[in-house]
């Protein structure tokens, strides 16, 4: 597998001179002057016919990378009497339908066309645009997996298969539907493969499968969306407390749109009836809405109906609405890539953002991996008005200074190593002796269910 992580010597303003001229023009209506970097680089590959692996950050112009090269392609080799030639799969419905908004706006000046298909829609209508033979078809694997079993569609063909979000396709559990389709398609085919990070197992058993001699591209900085978003913490006791600090947060917090991430639907259930008693705009978005309920929503978001929007992980990947100012974590993220997607909702080309993510002290060890992960440590915001009881991992300080200055039995000091052995160590000691919390019913979720620990009563003593 060759490794590239250097641009291609075209100069950027050169790259979209590439491009036909019709794709240039829809280009230009959009105000795309200059490419960014991961179009600088995977545009020239992509039409030279290299398969490609890349890791770009959210909001770096990746679809336009691999939408732009395919668009050219076809316009300058046209196949009227051909399938579809390009099958573009995504891991949501949201991102699904988002990347044919993008492909109908690039490709505004010529004939192509374009076509979603995704689970929660009507199958025979599906079927009847196949039969209309879109150039392009974006679907999830799911549902598209499904048409292939039944010959809805034909991919002998294919000239594009892309994975978009492979990470998160991979994490949903789509891994054997996309092998599966990938054996309906055109072995002549050119494949790409773009994904928030080339590093795990199942991304490398996928490119080792379905790739040819790809050449990988690493350009996710995470220093860049610390450039662009401000990330603070604030300490949480309990769900109630969560509930008031966000309130609070839309009350007083200077923005245009918010995002407001949970981690269950019946959470994003609540939180959102909680924030339409307390007079805040808002609108919910999770996994069980149906795909009408879904497109009314984000039609809503757009268009300014309400300005705040509750939703689960199904929304952090996909929703691509301008003026987002600030996203808050009512739940915090349960991995790096998944924190890195939902605060990427903001701070989008070249705007600035908040990301406030509330912390009870079930999640501080999980906030303290995605700051280690991203190489940073987050601010640490308090509102006097709301001040809670935990306020963080008492002695946090003295215990990092305690094993630094221990020496082993014979004398020497302890080696970095040794140092974060023994902190975790101390770490345990001090979770044990937390005393088990007990919950009332109104702190918790619909749904929603906490050990709370059992204290036997004691014997009376006999009179």
Same mark, same amino acid.
């Given at each position: ?78 196949? =009227?009497?051909?399938?579809? $030639?390009?099958?573009?799969?995504? =891991?949501? %419905?949201?991102?699904? %339908? ?28 599906? $079927? &009847? ?64 493969? #773009? ?38 913490? /604030? ?74 929007? &509750?939703?689960?992980?199904? &929304? ?23 924190? /890195?997607?939902? /605060?990427?909702?903001?701070?989008? &080309? ?11 002290? $079930? ?8 700051? $280690? ?7 640490? %915001? ?38 974060? %052995? ?12 937390? =005393?088990?919390?007990? #919950? ?5 979720? =619909? ?6 620990? #059992? ?9």
């Amino acid at each position: 597998m060759n490794q590239s992580s250097q641009n291609t010597p075209i100069q950027a303003q050169k790259v979209f001179d590439l491009l036909d001229e019709r794709l240039r023009k829809g280009l230009t209506k959009l105000t795309f002057e200059t490419p960014t970097e991961i179009q600088q680089t995977t545009i020239p590959l992509t039409l030279g016919g290299q398969d490609l692996m890349a890791s770009a950050e959210t909001g770096s112009g990746k679809s336009a990378a691999f939408l732009l090269p395919i668009l050219h392609r076809f316009i300058t080799k046209q196949a =009227p009497q051909s399938g579809t $030639r390009a099958l573009i799969l995504a =891991p949501t %419905r949201e991102l699904a %339908r988002q990347l044919v908004k993008h492909i109908k706006e690039l490709a505004q000046f010529t004939q192509i066309q374009c076509d979603v298909i995704t689970g929660g829609d009507d199958y025979k209508y599906q $079927r &009847a645009v196949f039969r209309k033979n879109p150039e392009i078809i974006v679907a999830t694997p799911g549902r598209m997996l499904e048409h292939c079993q039944q010959n809805s569609v034909a991919l002998d063909e294919l000239e594009f298969l892309v994975l978009d979000e492979a990470d998160k396709m991979l994490e949903l559990g789509f891994s054997d539907d996309v092998l599966s389709i990938a054996k309906f398609c055109s072995s002549k085919r050119q494949t790409l493969l #773009f994904s928030a990070t080339l590093h795990g197992k199942g991304i490398k058993q996928i490119a080792q499968s379905l790739l040819t001699k790809p050449i990988s591209i690493h350009l996710n900085h995470h220093q860049d969306i610390q450039n662009n978003i401000q990330q603070q913490i /604030i300490t949480a006791d309990d769900l109630k407390h969560k509930e008031n600090l966000t309130s609070w947060l839309l009350s007083h917090e200077n923005y245009r749109k918010a995002i407001v991430f949970c981690n269950t639907k019946a959470q994003v259930d609540r939180l959102g009836g909680l924030l339409r008693y307390h007079n805040h705009a808002a609108g919910t978005l999770h996994g069980d809405n149906t795909q009408e309920v879904r497109n009314l929503v984000m039609s809503q978001f757009r268009d300014n109906k309400f300005k705040v929007l &509750a939703a689960s992980d199904v &929304a952090a990947r996909g929703i691509d609405v301008k003026d987002i100012d600030l996203v808050i974590n009512f739940d915090m993220a349960q991995n790096a890539d998944d924190y /890195i997607h939902r /605060i990427g909702r903001t701070g989008r &080309a070249g705007e600035t953002g908040l990301a406030i993510s509330l912390v009870s002290s $079930r999640e501080w060890n999980l906030m303290a991996s995605i700051e $280690r992960f991203m190489d940073t440590q987050f601010e640490k %915001r308090v509102i006097k008005s709301l001040l809670g009881k935990y306020q963080g991992p008492k002695n946090l300080k003295s215990n990092g200074k305690a094993a630094s200055n221990k020496k082993r039995k014979d004398g020497k000091k302890l080696s970095a190593r040794d140092k974060k %052995r023994l902190e975790k160590k101390q770490n345990k000691k001090i979770a044990a002796k937390k =005393p088990i919390k007990k #919950f009332g019913a109104s702190e918790l979720a =619909p749904g929603e269910t906490r050990d709370v620990g #059992f204290t036997p009563m004691k014997k009376k003593k006999a009179n």
